[in-house]
């Protein structure tokens, strides 16, 4: 760290948070590379439903994502921000694949990718666009509150690689012993500015918290 980044005490400023903010900007000369990455499969879907090109917040976090490094997505309504975590993490989960599936031998569902959203309607869109591009064996389940609990149990009793679903429900669904975070290794936060709020929605730090210590627990403290 630089001296002017120490205050008078010697002691470390707090960066703003604007300086935590990954600037995605996308490259040109990357848009073919990123296009090749996604699997045929996916690609296809993605031609039948009018999509031959990325939009620019699609292509300037696709490689990061891909990666599996963490990234803050700012973009407009109706940008493609959604696709933009979708088709990554897709496209990882086909062309990484393992023979190996340890979130299918757990004896509760224990999902591969969790993603979270504020609400019901939001949760419904976005496990529809998962659902859109997911291979047939790329199970996705979106669960929210509102629907009998048993309902969503009996969806998670298949196992699925994928959930979407609402803090309420996520924290039900754990409390009862249904869902667990301990093969969970991709966590998305729609709408994190709201999310992330502890006063309006506490069950988002604490699922957090949890997967947090999961991979600890998984990985002994290394990175996985």
């Not at 935590?20 to 879907?45: G, N, Q, Y």
């Not at 004896?107 to 939001?122: D, N, Y």
């Not at 629907?147 to 429900?169: D, N, S």
């Not at 999310?195 to 918290?209: G, M, Q, R, T, Y």
Request: proline fraction near 7%.
């Amino acid at each position: 760290m630089d001296d002017d980044e120490e205050d008078e005490s010697g002691e470390e400023k707090e960066k703003p948070i604007e300086e935590a903010i990954t600037t995605l900007t996308p490259s040109p000369s990357s848009a073919s590379s990123v296009w090749k990455t996604i699997p045929e499969m996916i690609r296809d879907k993605m031609v039948n439903r009018g999509i031959t090109s990325l939009l620019p917040i699609q292509q300037a976090s696709f490689n990061k994502i891909y990666d599996g490094e963490d990234a803050i997505l700012q973009s407009p309504t109706g940008s493609g921000k959604t696709l933009a975590f979708v088709l990554p993490l897709l496209s990882a989960s086909l062309n990484k694949k393992s023979r190996k599936k340890p979130w299918q031998k757990k004896k509760v569902a224990s999902p591969r990718i969790l993603t979270i959203c504020p609400s019901r309607e939001l949760a419904r869109q976005v496990g529809k666009e998962y659902e859109k591009f997911a291979g047939p064996n790329k199970q996705v389940v979106t669960v929210f509150g509102g629907v009998p609990i048993e309902r969503h149990v009996a969806l998670l009793k298949y196992k699925p690689q994928i959930v979407v679903t609402t803090p309420g429900r996520l924290r039900e669904l754990v409390r009862e012993g249904h869902l667990d975070y301990s093969q969970v290794s991709t966590l998305v936060v729609d709408e994190a500015d709201v999310l992330l709020n502890e006063k309006d929605f506490p069950e988002v730090s604490s699922a957090i918290s949890d997967i947090e210590r999961a991979l600890e627990e998984r990985y002994g403290g290394d990175d996985p």
